[in-house]
Structures are given as structure tokens and as C-alpha cells.
């Protein structure tokens, strides 16, 4: 079944993004009407919990606008499996990146923070513009089936990404700075891109954060994680002008202003919650808790 699913997959992603985005119009037009599936009520229950300032039609508005995002979503994943280094470029303008070159030169790690907005993937982009520099990108190892799993990192590591599993990540980093220690990397830096706003997972470190006016439990380890190698922290702001295209902005993440055990966990949720607000349309995870 893992090969069938990747066979078909490989042959949908050679489709010309014409094509594919029509299969994603598809999907939308079904979500859309299919108006009793689960997620639809998942996804207005959040909204309403998270704006209760909106209306009703400013909520449809924003769910409406969220499920084709998520149809996009899908196909460009499908298509950045197999795009070129120049549709890469084409697809994500990094409107600062000087902000982690600056870093670099102070400092051997990165934690980039980010959220699971549409063309989260597109970040795997980064080491094509600096690759003096490596990239981490966590991802769920799968005992279970180990065809889906090296079919996965092969693709995520095909601009220069270090895919290392969620479940030990530590050894991985620590493998790579006593390699810079002893100047046998090939990397000067590593940036830790985390995605930590998923819900956590039975054992998982957790600390509580305010997030949009509530006490969340959330993802507590990369921080943990970025202070053991004495990283500093940046967050990355995704926004999607048009279909296809998207912008990341870095930001310093500042915690002077914050008191709590994990300042920036905090500060990352404070932006994450700035960049939803922007627009939460692109916000992949309305329909996940």
C-alpha cells in the first residue's frame, strides 16, 4: 500500500501547477458542500473561540477562504517534491534574511520558531540561499512503515536539509556542534527550524503559555534544546500574498519584556498569534484539535 500511495503521488506531483491547482479547486468545491464532515465543525468551533469579536459572516468568510487554502496547501506539497531550486526561489521572498546572516556571525545556532501556515514546507528553501549554512527540520520517525519514512526525509532533504527525528533530536545536534568543535563540519551554523504548535504529546515537555487570552499547554523542548547549545531564538512570520506565493520575515524574538520559565516559548506564541491574526486564513491547524 506505501509504495502504491507513493507511486501516485509521484505521479500527480509531475503535474503542471495549472494542473494541479485545478485538482485543488476540485477538492475545494467538494469540501465546501460536503458541509456535514467533522472538520467543518472543528473549524468554526476554533474560530468562534479564538475571534469571538467577529461576526457570523466575517467567521464564514474566514473559513471559507481557510479551506482553499488548504486545498493549495495539499497540491504544492505534491509540487515541492519536485520543483527546481528556480521555482523554490519563485514560490517563498525572504523580505530579511540578512536578520540570521547577522546572527551567524555572532553565534553557531539558529532556532527559527515557525507555525504550520500554508507553505510551512517551502521553508526547507533556506540552505539554497546560504549554503554555508545547514538546516534541522524535525520530523515524527515511523517504525511502523519505513518505506513512507525514507520517502519522506529523501525529499525534505533535497535542498540541504537535515532531517533528524522528533523522538531523539538532541544526539543529532550535538553530533553536529563537536564537529564544528573539532573544525570538521562542512557548516559553519545550523539553523533548528521548529514548528512547535501542535498539541503535545502523552510525555512530550510542556509548560503553559498565554495564546490568544488563554492558558495553552504546549511544546516546551526546543527551547530547552536552544538553550543547551546557546542558541538565539528568531521567529519566522509567513504571510501569502497570492496563490503560490509566499513571504518570511524574520524577527528577533525579545523576551526583556517577558517573566516565565520558558520566555521564548512565550514569545514565540505571542507572534504566532500576531501572524494568525494577520491572516488566519493560511493557518493550517483550525480543523486539527
Known amino acids: 500500500m506505501a509504495h502504491l500511495l507513493i507511486w501516485i503521488f509521484e505521479r500527480l506531483a509531475k503535474l503542471p501547477m495549472n494542473k494541479l491547482y485545478r485538482i485543488a479547486d476540485i477538492m475545494f468545491y467538494v ?10 465543525r472543528k473549524v468554526r468551533k476554533r474560530l468562534q473561540e479564538f475571534f469571538p469579536e467577529y461576526d457570523a459572516t466575517k467567521l464564514s468568510e474566514i473559513e471559507r477562504l481557510h479551506f482553499k487554502c488548504l486545498c493549495d496547501n ?6 515541492l517534491y519536485r520543483f527546481s531550486e528556480e521555482e523554490l526561489r519563485d514560490a517563498v521572498v525572504y523580505k530579511n534574511i540578512e536578520v540570521l546572516d547577522k546572527i551567524f556571525g555572532r553565534n553557531r545556532f539558529v532556532v527559527c520558531f515557525s507555525g504550520h501556515f500554508a507553505g510551512f514546507e517551502f521553508l526547507a528553501g533556506y540552505p539554497i540561499l546560504r549554503n554555508e549554512y545547514g538546516m534541522f527540520s524535525y520530523y515524527n520517525m515511523s517504525i511502523k512503515n519505513k518505506t513512507i519514512d525514507s520517502w519522506v526525509r529523501k525529499r525534505r532533504e533535497r535542498f540541504g536539509v537535515v532531517c533528524i527525528p522528533i523522538q531523539y533530536p538532541m544526539r543529532h545536534i550535538i553530533k553536529c556542534k563537536h564537529k564544528m568543535d573539532a573544525g570538521k563540519s562542512e557548516k559553519l551554523g545550523y539553523v533548528l527550524g ?3 504548535d501542535f498539541q503535545p504529546c502523552k510525555g512530550a515537555a510542556t509548560g503553559v503559555v498565554t495564546f490568544f487570552n488563554k492558558d495553552e499547554d ?7 534544546m536552544g538553550n543547551i547549545i546557546e542558541a538565539e531564538f528568531v521567529y519566522a512570520h509567513i504571510t501569502r500574498p497570492q496563490r503560490g506565493k509566499y513571504e518570511v520575515e524574520f524577527i528577533p524574538l525579545d523576551t526583556s519584556y517577558i517573566e516565565h520559565s520558558f520566555p521564548y516559548t512565550q514569545a514565540f506564541f505571542s507572534e504566532l498569534e500576531k501572524n494568525i491574526r494577520q491572516q488566519p486564513e493560511i493557518w493550517m491547524m483550525w480543523g486539527v484539535k
Open 31 to 40: 469540501l465546501t458542500h460536503a458541509t456535514i464532515l467533522p472538520i467543518h
Open 74 to 79: 495539499v497540491v504544492e506539497v505534491m509540487a
Open 194 to 196: 521548529s514548528l512547535a
Open 218 to 224: 504546549v511544546l516546551v523542548g526546543t527551547e530547552r
